[in-house]
């Protein structure tokens, strides 16, 4: 009978040790594709190319050790499981970062890049000339997309067409004001330069106005954090201080549910504030 017992433990313990790596294995496949396709396609669009193996091992990282660090913490199953999930889209989360810091960083260095198009054009070059000069004296990201922009054009593609492009590659209202301009000037004319040269200001000075804007919201901004980070921060002392009251929080149906409720009002919070302070020019 004991042999039976045991024999019976040890075939269910490698059938549970097997499914796990099983699981674990479709986990890794499915990072795996998730990785290569968003290296594949929106990396690669944003000209940032990143080791997909290097981004792999990361993410399997934070999935094995985020998970079990919650673990040790609270015991709770609930939350080792939500920050597993969390830890599978980390991926699609640094790629919008990526992006949004890509397509700031071309703001930033449009207006000076316009001047230097607009000094070029007086001087007596041409349009795709002066776009050269941009492509080679300017840092990336402008100088990589007017050189994929002049790309275009030496495979065959239209101005219009390849500004297309780019707008669907930079979907700011600062560019197609660029892309305007540039449209404008080959079918009706006019003095591009000066176009160029107005519109950099004007861009200078919204920059302007928008830093302003931020410096008197940051106070806002950090409001936003501080009251989400607070009760989490509250949460995890008190458990340290009071394992026993505040082990039912994490091991009950009451407090799960609590749980839930304070993920979901901190989470509301903190996007009603970010809308407040978020303020469009």
């Known amino acids: 009978m004991n042999i039976a017992l045991a024999l019976a ?31 594949n396609s929106t990396l690669v669009e944003l000209l940032i190319f990143i080791d997909t193996r290097q981004l792999l091992a990361v993410n399997l990282a934070l999935i094995a050790v985020f998970p079990l660090l919650v673990w040790l913490i609270t015991q709770s199953p609930v939350l080792t499981v939500a920050i597993a999930v969390a830890m599978l889209y980390f991926p ?14 071309f703001i930033y260095q449009l207006p000076d890049g316009l001047l230097m198009l607009a000094s070029s054009l007086r001087s007596g070059m041409g349009l795709n000339a002066a776009l050269e000069i941009i492509a080679q004296e300017q840092p990336a990201p402008l100088s990589q ?6 790309r275009q054009q030496r495979l065959g593609k239209s101005l219009s ?14 560019f197609r004001l660029f892309t305007a301009a540039l ?3 080959r079918s009706v004319g006019g003095n591009l330069a000066d176009t160029l040269e107005s519109l950099s200001h004007t861009l200078i000075r919204k920059a ?28 995890l002392v008190l458990h340290v201080m009071q394992p026993g009251p505040m082990s039912y929080l994490f091991h009950s149906l009451v407090g799960w549910a609590v749980l839930a409720l304070i993920v979901i009002l901190e989470t509301a919070g ?12």
């Open 9 to 39: 433990l040890t075939v269910m313990i490698v059938l549970t040790i097997f499914a796990v790596l099983l699981v674990l294995r479709q986990i890794a496949l499915r990072q795996k594709n998730l990785i290569e396709q968003t290296a």
């Open 92 to 105: 699609q989360w640094l790629v919008r970062r990526l992006r949004e810091r890509r397509l700031k960083r």
């Open 145 to 150: 997309e007017i050189a994929l922009l002049l």
């Open 161 to 174: 067409d390849a500004l297309s492009l780019l707008e669907t590659r930079l979907p700011m209202e600062e």
């Open 183 to 185: 449209r404008i000037s």
């Open 208 to 235: 302007e106005v928008e830093g302003k804007i931020e410096s008197l919201t940051a106070q806002g901004r950090i409001q936003a954090l501080v009251m989400t980070g607070l009760p989490i921060l509250l949460i």
């Open 270 to 281: 903190f996007f009603f504030i970010r809308k407040i302070v978020a303020i469009e020019i």
